[in-house]
């Protein structure tokens, strides 16, 4: 075969399909810090110092709900992206219907469950044995109005007695879902118009609105609105990944490993430094950071997988994994039900003798949560995933020689 057929042969080749499975496994490692930290974690503080010491590593849960932004920011944004016109597929009534169908079924079943085990943890004995007043009362704790219609609607997340009362870790869900609407009527426009670095900048600085003109009693600090410019981040790692223009062809050629190490030390350092209270009053300062470390590291992962090396990075192998991707599969099933099982767990840890409670969470209590949540991702998560959204593991890369 001449070169000049070899040429057009390769000209009339599709991409190869490259697999991101890097994601599922980020997001699943995600998930499982998180649900130790809040298992685990939190389980230390009336222990021996030898636990507090030893799990003092899991006081850092907050960065994960960064690194699930950012990760959903990139992979929202891939069809996007790989899109030469830039909208949406299917356009915005579709992506709202595709989002609410992975989003709401999985959410609102584990806020019944957290409903039931709060019945049956906080009011049970009042429920069986006590007076009908007392009945009344303990039904009324659980079923309280506010946090019923505003977790019904989304937006326990911005009132500050709200947010944490029925499923604590549901006000990223909130705030999450909430950023899914500002995607495409605001970050994709200002994209489309001005570039990437712009709809960043809009992110952040329309996430940091509450906190230049409001109280503190009132900036929604807790809700964390500056996640609309970490998610943008995200929309900015895709597009240096799948764009084709020539300024993020040469943003691709950059040693993201390196700035991705540089990143992550950065934030290693910043919660070391301030120990973890950096959060109540300048908790946008790490979150932004952990940000740009993530985005960093994803595209990194990216640009490996694209120059086709076969000896891989041990920490892209361990992306890669069988267990953080299947941790991956059902992480959104984790980070709904881990926190509601543990008052499950609490009144069993406290009729145990003391040097037996932590060993026994650890060896007994977290894979026990590890697989009722794999169950509820079984039978109510995936059934919810459309095949859209899959696809996003498999996506098509741009030569690397483009």
């Not at 490692?29 to 230390?44: C, F």
């Not at 084709?244 to 490993?257: A, I, M, P, Q």
């Not at 926190?339 to 932590?358: E, F, G, I, S, W």
């Amino acid at each position: 075969m001449s070169n000049a057929e070899t040429t057009e042969r390769q000209k009339n080749e599709k991409p190869a399909r490259l697999h991101l499975q890097f994601l599922d496994g980020m997001r699943g490692l995600a998930a499982l810090y998180v649900a130790t930290a809040h298992i685990v974690g939190e389980s230390a503080a009336g222990q021996s110092r030898f636990w507090q010491f030893s799990l003092h590593w899991l006081l850092f849960a907050r960065l994960s709900v960064a690194v699930f932004i950012v990760l959903s920011g990139y992979c929202l944004m891939i069809p996007v992206a790989r899109n030469a016109s830039g909208v949406i597929p299917g356009g915005f009534l579709a992506y709202i219907k595709r989002r609410s169908r992975r989003i709401l079924p999985p959410y609102y079943l584990a806020l019944a469950l957290s409903l039931l085990i709060a019945a049956a943890s906080r009011t049970g004995l009042a429920l069986l044995h006590g007076s009908h007043q007392a009945k009344v009362n303990a039904l009324r704790a659980v079923l309280a109005p506010g946090d019923l219609v505003t977790h019904l609607f989304l937006v326990h997340n911005l009132f500050h007695g709200y947010a944490l009362n029925l499923d604590p870790p549901a006000w990223s869900v909130a705030t999450e879902w909430q950023i899914y609407f500002f995607f495409p009527l605001l970050l994709l426009p200002v994209w489309r118009r001005t570039g990437i670095t712009a709809a960043v900048a809009a992110g952040f600085v329309l996430g940091m609105l509450p906190q230049l003109l409001l109280p503190a009693a009132y900036n929604l600090n807790w809700a964390c609105p500056w996640y609309l410019g970490l998610f943008a981040t995200g929309m900015a790692g895709a597009c240096i990944t799948f764009r084709e223009e020539e300024n993020y062809v040469r943003l691709r050629s950059k040693h993201w490993g390196k700035i991705a190490a540089w990143s992550w030390l950065a934030v290693f350092l910043l919660m070391w430094y301030r120990d973890g209270n950096l959060y109540p009053v300048y908790g946008y300062v790490p979150d932004a950071v952990t940000g740009f470390a993530t985005m960093a590291l994803i595209v990194w992962c990216a640009e490996h997988l694209r120059s086709g090396h076969t000896a891989k990075p041990a920490l892209l192998c361990l992306f890669e994994s069988k267990p953080a991707v299947t941790l991956g599969a059902f992480s959104y099933s984790l980070y709904l039900i881990h926190q509601p099982l543990t008052l499950k767990l609490a009144p069993l840890m406290d009729k145990l003798p003391r040097p037996l409670q932590m060993p026994l969470l650890i060896l007994v209590g977290m894979p026990a949560v590890l697989f009722i949540s794999w169950l509820f991702y079984l039978l109510i998560e995936k059934r919810c995933q459309s095949r859209p959204e899959k696809a996003v593991r498999a996506a098509v890369l741009p030569d690397a020689a483009a």
